[in-house]
């Protein structure tokens, strides 16, 4: 089992960037593949970014391509999403998920897949 711990969040104009981080706790993170979500109000928990677990294949969504990265450092056990030119339609909490299952090469954009989630960090871009 892993536990994820989000943080970076914040409050930040439209233009401007921000980075998460999320810190996994255990020996096995380069196990796992990782995944960023996002939920805004009254919608649903969409996929955003994924990175499987060396690192070598990402997935993003069409909606960030461009403007957001993911990458892992697994000898810090973290996954980052660095997030730049910020839209207020970006405006979400942000969670970090972990995906045991997932083969070495591929990322899974599905919810369902992921099976250990962080507690999430609220993303605020003000027009």
């Known amino acids: 089992q892993v536990q994820l711990v989000e943080s970076g969040g914040g409050l930040v104009q439209a233009g401007g960037s921000l980075r998460l981080s999320c810190a996994a706790s255990?020996?096995?993170?380069?196990?796992?593949?990782m995944g960023w979500f996002r939920q805004a109000p009254g919608k649903e928990r969409e996929f955003v970014a994924g990175?499987?677990?060396?690192?070598?294949?990402?997935r993003l969504a069409d909606f960030v391509k461009g403007r957001f990265t993911i990458s892992r450092d697994n000898a810090k056990n973290t996954v980052y999403l660095q997030m730049n030119s910020l839209e207020p339609e970006d405006t979400a909490v942000y969670y970090c998920?972990?995906?045991?299952?997932?083969?070495?090469?591929?990322?899974?954009?599905?919810?369902?897949?992921?099976?250990?989630w962080g507690q999430g960090t609220q993303v605020t871009v003000s027009s």
């Open positions: 998920a972990a995906d045991q299952r997932g083969q070495t090469w591929t990322v899974s954009t599905t919810r369902e897949v992921y099976d250990y």
């Open positions: 255990g020996r096995t993170f380069s196990s796992y593949v």
């Open positions: 990175i499987s677990r060396g690192g070598v294949n990402t």
